[in-house]
């Protein structure tokens, strides 16, 4: 399916018309038309959720519209593949595709990502299994973030990073 750009869309985006989670997602964190500061703009035109590294941020309501529909697409996604049809803890996807879920997860809350010379959430890889950690540059934003990750289905705990005298939270995806 192309996306009028003459670019060929990603499998998912054709599938969804962009708005579902997997979205130009073609492996891990950085990968593919939908990595860090793709976004709706990105190459491709594919949705990718914002995890703070992006250079610059788009606040419109077209941007607004593609979160609002990508989180749908993936509460969908949770009871699609869930047996019992939940909703409220996150899928294979989510756990296959930590930070692109966190990050989704952060910006459909309303919380705002990071961009340069911002404060805002930043969602990055551990080397923890099944976990991802969250930085803000301020408490209230930070606990902002743990109550958007906890109310979407994620577990965050609140940890202190003793080199930086900073705090963060660590987030792994709820299984019950």
Known sequence: MRDGSGGQRGDAAARGGGAGPPAGDTGGPGGGAGGPGGGA????????????????????????????????????????????????????????????????????????????????????????????????????????CATALEDAGWQPSEHRDRRRGTHYLLASPRRA
């Open 41 to 144: 703009g990105g190459p491709g035109g594919v949705f990718a959720a914002r995890t703070g590294d992006e250079p610059h941020g788009d606040d419109s309501p077209a941007r607004a519209r593609e979160v609002r529909s990508a989180w749908q697409g993936l509460i969908e996604l949770r009871r699609m593949t869930h047996p019992d049809g939940a909703t409220d803890r996150p899928c294979g996807w989510e756990r296959a595709h930590l930070v692109r879920a966190a990050a989704l997860a952060l910006e459909a809350a309303g919380c705002r990502p990071a961009t340069a010379g911002t404060g805002g959430y930043h969602v990055s890889e551990t080397p923890q299994p099944e976990a991802v950690a969250v930085r803000a540059h301020t408490t209230q934003e930070l606990r902002a």
